[in-house]
């Protein structure tokens, strides 16, 4: 009698450890929790495949490849930035025959390579000018910079392409105008097909004296 009852009591300790060990599970996979970006429409995901799936999600870092540098040393330092996890997708503020402003526009990155919607970071720079805005395309961030230099930013525009097209092939999908003015030499930069732009460093007065393009890396 003791023993049918000793293994009734490690039956009954077994299948509570069991069903305890299999909510833990479930719950560090958290399905039900799951990012607004997941697709688990239409399918019931074992652990495996819901793990597999969130691997695979595209993701901005904070690593950073930093363009060169164009302009002068005048004005004062500060950066124009997108937040945590976000992608540039364009760039906004004044110019004439230099940038006399400027401001970047950003997305969130979804899990799988699509952009949200867009916000503004604010301007650096002078009033000078008149106001311009460039945008890339829906769906597309900035993946270089064109345009012209010397003492001062003479004038700047977009290339910009699809996170997923950039991170498999490396090619522009679209090239915009340049906003400013033609003199200057010219310069063409592009990151590096595993990195999205994110930020801009800037030199800044009544003009904006210097801009680099800092391009985040995309992961996995």
């Given at each position: ?18 069903s305890a ?9 958290g ?15 074992s ?9 695979l ?41 230099y940038?006399d402003q ?20 604010g ?16 769906g597309?961030?900035?993946?270089g910079?064109h345009g ?8 700047l ?15 522009v999908e679209?090239?915009t105008?340049a906003?400013?003015g033609?003199g200057g030499?010219?310069f ?29 890396y995309?992961?996995?």
């Open positions: 009698m003791q023993s049918s009852q000793s293994a009734n009591r490690k039956l009954l300790v077994t299948a509570t450890c069991v060990l299999l909510a833990v599970s479930v719950g560090l996979a399905p039900a929790t799951a990012h607004s970006g997941d697709d688990l429409s239409g399918a019931n995901l652990l495996h495949e819901y793990a597999a799936q969130r691997i999600a595209l993701s901005a870092s904070n690593l950073f490849y930093t363009l060169p540098g164009r302009g002068g040393g005048g004005g004062g330092p500060g950066t124009l930035a997108c937040g945590a996890g976000d992608v540039a997708v364009g760039i906004y503020g004044r110019s004439g025959i940038i400027l401001g970047l526009t950003c997305a969130y990155l979804m899990d799988n390579g699509s952009l949200g919607p867009t916000y503004d970071t301007t650096l720079g002078g009033q000078g000018g008149g106001s311009f805005r460039l945008i890339c395309p829906l597309q961030a900035i993946v910079f012209g230099s010397g003492t001062l930013v003479d004038r525009g977009l290339y910009c392409s699809g996170v997923a097209n950039w991170r498999s092939h490396g090619s679209y090239v105008s906003a400013g033609g030499g010219s063409a930069d592009l990151c590096p097909s595993d990195y999205v732009g994110a930020r801009i460093n800037v030199r800044t007065g009544i003009y904006v004296d210097r801009q680099e393009l800092l391009c985040a995309i992961y996995p």
